[in-house]
């Protein structure tokens, strides 16, 4: 007697074979058999045709936090991801003292904008080591979680206020390799950093102060496990990403170590630069080093408005400390007309017509209800204003509470996006799900990667992209027993209809602890998700099952 039969299926394993008619059986949250399964089962599903797939796995989120009160990470489940990679972009809640517990938060506030409210409403801080949050996350999850560790909070944990100061001492190097070495032992599947990164005060974060032997020797240690490092380089600098790549090669080869970085956009204001990134990434392997850079499949679409700092505003820093200003500040400032000038001038010679005159009003409680859905631009045209000073006053004339969309960021021509998903060493993630969830929607990748780059263009086959989020990222973070279906392997699977799924409709919720809202995604086109053998989510719903387990 199995647990559970999928019955008359299009099973895609996850291997990148062409799918045949099957069923899949389960038993002890295992895949038992597939193929032609006779016998019964406790649960029989009818896939009727649907594609029966592996769960998938986003190896880029920033659900830590949501964790704690979430153990579903919505919306994940329902675009059929069974598996999540936390801890990125040198930012973890372990290992973390409790005096540089505000540190941090800032850092979550300012890096991926999550409201303060998800860190001091919604549960109580009961660890500090990083075996204590995985035992807290652990309680309630409907999703398996692979964790990493953040470079940035380990050097906190070491070295105290002089993280953001200088370079380690020989004997801060080896406290930190003592605790990796913990929290890989605790289930960390690896290291996160970043060379980017800002914390809420604009100066750079932690992990930004490492010398090379610094990573070098938390990669000695990583080596001792075989587990990953995960990186985010100067992605706005085409010449520095590629010195990173080369960087991350020599870590890789002289540890014997998988390291990833991300993201990689190609836009066509500079189509040159994604393939100048793989082909170096192509030359590292030929060498025998493992260096997977992440692609996103979707534009990002960012709704904003001047009640809070946004990502929409990353490089223009004089925003940035007006929007960081609490909200009397920030009004006192965006009716100084001195200050309000040089916002704009900072804009360029067009006041913002390149980077705001296509943005789309919204909405908004106070959203003056002639301007929703039209341009900023043409609005602006009609008031005498250039976008960026227009932009400011219909802001202070509704109170702030105006709401912008800046649609289809990022990737710009699908045509190019396409092959690129397609190449054997370019690794499909950061998806960014659990972050930036008051301005935009972090989920869909898995969608849109059906939707457009399988069924619209067909730049990938069906098989290929399944075997890309699910089999191929299982072997890339060293996730064994996952990520296909066969006889022995966890039982994540998700039945899907490849006709219609897609990336779905971007709307704000207001679950967020404290009432605060976010913006996620309904999933189209997913049937049923099964996380280690158990139904997780069905027919458009939640289940009760709590099946995840922490896995490395």
């Known amino acids: 007697m199995f647990d559970v039969i999928v019955r008359n299926g299009l099973v895609v394993d ?9 069923d899949v059986a389960v038993k002890n949250g295992l895949i038992a058999a597939v193929g ?81 409210e998800a860190f001091t409403q919604a549960f109580d801080w009961t660890w500090e080591d990083f075996a204590g949050y995985r035992d807290a996350i652990a309680r309630n999850l409907s999703i398996n979680v692979a964790p990493l560790v953040g470079h940035s909070v380990i050097r906190l944990w070491v070295m105290g206020e002089a993280a953001q100061q200088r370079t380690a001492t020989p004997d801060e190097v ?11 032992k605790a289930g ?25 032997p610094e990573l070098d020797a938390l990669s000695a240690v990583l080596g001792e496990f075989g587990r990953m490092l995960q990186c985010v380089p100067e992605f706005y600098d085409v010449d520095i990403t590629i010195a990173r790549i080369d960087q991350l090669s020599e870590l890789s080869l002289k540890h014997g170590i998988p390291t990833t970085f991300s993201p990689v956009f190609d836009n066509t204001s ?3 630069n994604a393939p100048r990134i793989l082909a170096r990434v192509e030359e590292q392997f030929a060498r025998g080093a493992r260096v997977w850079p992440q ?42 007309p001195e200050t309000v000038a040089k916002m704009v001038e900072d804009l360029g010679a067009d006041g913002g017509q390149r980077m705001m ?34 932009l400011i006053d219909i802001s202070l004339e509704h109170g702030l509470d105006v709401a912008f969309l800046a649609a289809d960021m990022g990737h710009e021509a699908t045509d190019r996006i396409g092959p690129m998903l397609a190449h054997p060493l370019v690794h499909i993630g950061a998806s960014d799900g659990g972050a930036h969830i008051a301005s935009f929607s972090t989920y869909g990748d898995t969608g849109y990667l059906f939707s457009e780059f399988v069924r619209k263009s067909g730049g990938l086959s069906l098989e290929q992209a399944v075997r890309k989020i699910t089999a191929e990222t299982a072997d890339i973070w060293g996730l064994e027993g996952r990520g296909r279906l066969t006889p022995g392997h966890a039982a994540d699977i998700v039945i899907f ?13 207001f679950d967020m602890p404290g009432e605060g809202m976010r913006y996620v995604r309904d999933a189209r086109g997913i049937d049923t998700v099964l996380v280690n053998g158990e139904v997780a989510y069905t027919a458009g719903a939640y289940t009760e099952a709590r099946s995840g387990v922490v896995c490395t």
Do not use: Y
Not at 174 to 184: F, H, K, N, T, Y
Not at 370 to 390: D, F, K
Not at 497 to 504: A, L, N, Q, V
């Open 14 to 22: 996850g291997s990148g074979e062409a799918g045949f008619r099957g």
């Open 36 to 116: 032609t399964v006779s016998g019964s089962a406790r649960r029989e599903i009818d896939a009727g045709g649907r594609v029966v797939a592996p769960g998938f796995i986003d190896p880029h989120t920033h659900f830590d936090v949501q964790l704690l009160w979430d153990g579903a990470a919505r919306p994940a489940l329902e675009h059929g991801v069974t598996c999540i990679v936390p801890g990125n972009c040198s930012l973890s809640l372990a290992p973390l003292k409790a005096a540089d517990r505000p540190k941090v938060v800032g850092m979550f506030q300012q890096i991926e904008e999550m409201p303060p």
């Open 174 to 184: 080896a406290a930190m390799q003592d605790v990796l070495r913990e929290c890989l």
């Open 188 to 212: 960390a599947v690896g290291l996160s950093t970043s060379f980017v990164d800002l914390d809420e005060h604009g100066r750079p974060v932690p992990s930004r102060f490492a010398d090379f």
């Open 270 to 272: 500079t189509p040159d």
């Open 295 to 336: 692609m996103q499949t979707r534009p990002i679409d960012i709704s904003f408005s001047l009640l809070r700092p946004s990502l929409f505003f990353a490089r223009l820093p004089r925003w940035v400390r007006v929007l960081r200003q609490p909200l009397e500040a920030r009004l006192h400032a965006l009716n100084d």
């Open 357 to 390: 005159g296509g943005l789309i009003v919204r909405g908004g409680d106070a959203a003056p209800a002639q301007m929703v859905g039209r341009a900023l631009g043409e609005i602006a045209a009609e008031r005498g204003q250039v976008p960026a000073q227009a």
């Open 497 to 509: 209809d490849p006709d219609t799924i897609d990336r779905g409709e971007e709307r704000p919720v």
